[in-house]
């Protein structure tokens, strides 16, 4: 549901209902934010190094640059604690992330090494496809999948 000031409403004048819609925070806002931030794509050791160089700046006598490498030391401290306690498997910018949606990906194209024995078809080319259970088991590229004496497909192991 959206609420009276939501840009989504109408279409006329969108961009700018839009722009206004995220100043007044209307529902359809949520979605850009819905997941949280991972904090170890952004939180790294140059961080800490950042933070050392200062330490070896800093004027002790100072107070505003003392109070400023105390906040800091405070933010640094917040990050890795963050860190240490983050799940990286439910992020979804982790490279191990990438890597087994791209197998997953694969093998779904692949029907996960599955003859393909129901498809939609075609029975005239104007009409809608329809699901029906195919007569002989075929692969992806629809070529014919080898079947044992019986007749039943032969799955790879």
């Given at each position: 549901r959206y609420t009276r000031n939501c840009p989504w409403r109408k279409?006329?004048?969108?961009?700018?209902?839009r722009e206004r819609g995220r100043e007044r925070g209307c529902v359809a806002?949520?979605?850009e934010t819905?997941?949280?931030?991972?904090?170890g794509n952004n939180f790294g050791q140059n961080d800490v190094d950042k933070l050392a160089e200062f330490e070896e700046?800093?004027?002790?006598n100072d107070k505003e640059q003392m109070?400023?490498?105390?906040?800091?030391?405070?933010?640094?401290?917040k990050l890795e604690d963050l860190r240490k306690h983050e799940d990286p498997r439910l992020s979804f910018s982790t490279p191990e992330f990438r890597e087994a949606q791209r197998i997953f990906t694969d093998n779904f194209k692949k029907n996960f090494g599955k003859p393909v024995e129901w498809a939609f078809v075609k029975k005239h080319a104007?009409?809608?496809p329809q699901l029906v259970k195919l007569d002989k088991p075929v692969?992806?590229?629809?070529?014919?999948?080898?079947?044992?004496a019986q007749g039943k497909p032969i799955l790879k192991a």
């Amino acid at each position: 549901r959206y609420t009276r000031n939501c840009p989504w409403r109408k279409r006329k004048g969108l961009r700018r209902r839009r722009e206004r819609g995220r100043e007044r925070g209307c529902v359809a806002r949520g979605r850009e934010t819905m997941a949280g931030k991972f904090v170890g794509n952004n939180f790294g050791q140059n961080d800490v190094d950042k933070l050392a160089e200062f330490e070896e700046k800093v004027d002790k006598n100072d107070k505003e640059q003392m109070s400023l490498l105390e906040e800091m030391r405070r933010h640094v401290k917040k990050l890795e604690d963050l860190r240490k306690h983050e799940d990286p498997r439910l992020s979804f910018s982790t490279p191990e992330f990438r890597e087994a949606q791209r197998i997953f990906t694969d093998n779904f194209k692949k029907n996960f090494g599955k003859p393909v024995e129901w498809a939609f078809v075609k029975k005239h080319a104007w009409s809608k496809p329809q699901l029906v259970k195919l007569d002989k088991p075929v692969d992806v590229d629809g070529n014919p999948w080898p079947l044992d004496a019986q007749g039943k497909p032969i799955l790879k192991a």
